[in-house]
């Protein structure tokens, strides 16, 4: 077994020293390489050389000839200026028109009364009554209750009459101070009042109202 590693390990090495020539000739072969091709071009750079001919000289100009200078032609003068004083300046003094008269308010004229109608052909008239009113209402008509206490007074009243001259109402417009007398009196009134009926300017019956009173009076 010693003798076969020991042969193992001399063949490695030879090996390693054969790797190690290897490379070494070939590095010297691309160093050389390399510098053979760098030397060549630095000699052709070295022997090639650019020579730039010198661009051909300008001709200078002519030089320009200087006209001959001519006098000015004759000028006139010019006209004397005259200066003449300003005008004074004229201050004028503004139109203020008068002040516009004063708005008088006119009244409106006062509204024309309607004409006054006409007169009536026939004198208007009131419902007159028809026989004696003082019959209408008498002592025989005193209300009891009344009677018994012994109360007495003035009832005042008036009546609406219609066309037809009978009453369509009465109402107490001064009262007795008793109530049974009051309402007596516009009950008898109602019933048994007659009148001539009230007429209009054309004479036609119409609508109208009457008014008096009655003493209540015990009779003795």
């Known amino acids: 077994m010693a003798y076969v590693d020991q042969q193992m390990s001399g063949n490695r090495i030879v090996a390693i020293i054969l790797v190690a020539l290897i490379h070494l000739a070939v590095g010297y072969a691309l160093v050389t390489g390399l510098a053979y091709s760098a030397m060549q071009k630095v000699v052709e750079r070295v022997t090639t050389v650019d020579i730039e001919e010198p661009p051909p000289e300008e001709e200078p100009p002519p030089p320009e000839e200087i006209p001959e200078t001519q006098p000015p032609p004759p000028v006139a003068p010019p006209p004397p200026i005259s200066i003449a004083p300003s005008p004074p300046q004229i201050q004028t003094q503004p139109t203020i028109p008068p002040p516009a008269p004063l708005a008088v308010r006119v009244p409106p004229p006062a509204p024309v009364a309607p ?106």
């Open 115 to 220: 004409p006054p109608p006409p007169p009536p052909r026939v004198q208007p008239k009131s419902p007159t009554p028809k026989g004696a009113p003082g019959n209408w209402a008498n002592s025989n008509d005193y209300p009891s209750r009344a009677l018994r206490e012994e109360k007495e007074g003035v009832t005042r009243f008036s009546v609406q009459v219609d066309a037809s001259g009978r009453v369509s109402n009465c109402s107490v417009t001064g009262s007795s101070g008793t109530p049974e007398l009051d309402t007596t009196t516009c009950s008898l009134i109602t019933r048994r009042g007659r009148f001539n009926p009230a007429t209009d300017g054309d004479g036609k019956p119409t609508g109208g109202s009457w008014s008096s009173s009655v003493r209540w009076q015990i009779p003795k």
